[in-house]
């Protein structure tokens, strides 16, 4: 019975000795690991980026609380479909006692024209406290910019190409008008803090944020339209969301529960297209890994075929031949993947460090180019191209070590 050791030594002696086609493998599994990897590192990325823009950037939080068909029918009956200052008072003080959510954030959407006395634009918007964007955003997006200032009640944020295009400047005066939920028309005063890209050309001509006592003073409404909850952790949306129901209810307080992902469209047609880019790169990856090792295995065990009926003929099991094939294949493999992981943390490197920037589809504003390597997924990768260089080996194997002793024998 042939020990461990000893068959990783055969089959490392007969991967050296057909030197150029295991260069020849192991180059295209190199390049194939890399390419592999450094794609699912900028996908990485790109989740991570549009993960926060989505729960920071867009304000969504990890969950919004809402009245029962707001998102279908609110624009009909928006009174209807918000909670009055009670339900509020309410919702907060049992939303508050649940266990892991950190922010409760009520908040008021809005639209209709900003005008700067001369001119108009239509706008949309939304209200919310000051302090909660302080509390949103944390530390790490502290400086972020499009902050409202707990100290202006009166002041606005603009998108910067909606103040461009009005013309104003920070501290410039504004009135939005707007309907209340009764439909009447209202109008309030605001003071420009900082016109701030919003990240998406289809809302930077036209966004407002204000804040929340801004909002329903021109909505004439002390209640809210959503609540938003920021969670200590965000990895168990849907357990939070069920409590929250749950809670809500017993409170008498019929809601329907979103998370971000469900309520941020962009970033659900983003992952799904880099998923399908994802899938697509990594099918031709192992088609070719696959290929390239079927192919130098196959002729290895043609080259073979008298040297494999000798050792049949000296007592050899078949198993026994088929599993140092299958080792042999499975060595190249690994040796190329670990080679992949060194040559792909330094090219990470390099890329985050080179300050490359580009401007995506729809963003107002130029990105940094990263790619962000994950242990788990470099491992994940070299552990599946290590199982296909299993079955790619077997295959030939499994064909040559059935032949007739006495025709491998003859094989020329």
């Not at 000051?130 to 502290?142: S, T």
């Not at 599993?323 to 190329?336: D, P, R």
Request: glycine letters at 10%.
């Amino acid at each position: 019975m042939m020990d461990i050791v000893t068959r990783f030594k055969l089959a490392a002696r007969n991967a050296v000795r057909n030197r150029r086609r295991s260069m020849a493998t192991l180059a295209s599994v190199v390049i194939g690991f890399v390419a592999l990897s450094l794609f699912e590192g900028y996908f990485v990325s790109v989740y991570s980026a549009l993960e926060d823009e989505a729960i920071i950037g867009e304000r969504l939080g990890h969950l919004t609380v809402s009245k029962p068909g707001l998102y279908e029918k609110g624009a009909q009956d928006p009174r209807a479909y918000a909670f009055t200052e009670a339900e509020l008072a309410r919702a907060t003080a049992r939303l508050r006692g649940i266990a892991g959510v950190k922010l409760v954030s009520p908040r008021i959407s809005m639209s209709g024209l900003v005008s700067n006395g001369d001119t108009s634009r239509i706008y949309i918007g939304e209200g919310m406290r000051p302090q909660d964007m302080i509390a949103l955003r944390g530390e790490r997006y502290a400086n972020y910019p499009g902050r409202l200032d707990p100290g202006q009640p009166q002041g606005a944020v603009f998108g910067r190409k909606l103040a461009e295009s009005l013309g104003l400047k920070q501290g410039s005066d504004a009135t939005l008008l707007g309907s209340t939920l009764d439909g009447m028309v209202n109008a309030v005063g605001v003071q420009l803090l900082e016109a701030s890209p919003t990240g998406s050309l289809g809302t930077d001509d036209k966004f407002v944020l204000t804040s929340l006592d801004t909002a329903r003073r021109l909505m004439a409404y002390e209640g809210a339209e959503r609540i938003v909850l920021l969670l200590e952790k965000g990895t168990d949306l849907a357990a939070t969301g069920a409590a929250v129901k749950a809670a809500l209810a017993a409170d008498g307080l019929a809601v329907e529960v979103h998370d971000w992902r469900t309520l941020s469209v962009y970033y659900g047609q983003v992952k799904s297209l880099f998923d399908l880019m994802y899938l697509f790169i990594s099918v031709v990856v192992a088609i070719v890994v696959l290929a390239s090792v079927f192919n130098t295995m196959g002729m290895t065990i043609t080259e073979r075929t008298r040297e494999i009926g000798t050792m049949r003929a000296l007592g050899m099991q078949i198993r026994t031949l088929d599993g140092l094939f299958v080792l042999e294949g499975m060595l190249i493999v690994t040796i190329g993947c670990c080679a992949g992981i060194v040559l792909t943390l330094g090219a990470g490197w390099l890329i985050n460090s080179a300050g490359i920037t580009y401007l995506p589809p729809d963003a107002a504003t130029e990105v940094p180019l990263s790619v962000e390597l994950v242990g788990a997924n470099l491992f994940g990768s070299l552990f599946t191209l290590v199982v296909l260089a299993a079955l790619a080996s077997y295959l030939p194997a499994r064909r040559a070590s059935r032949r007739n002793i006495v025709g491998a024998l003859s094989h020329v």
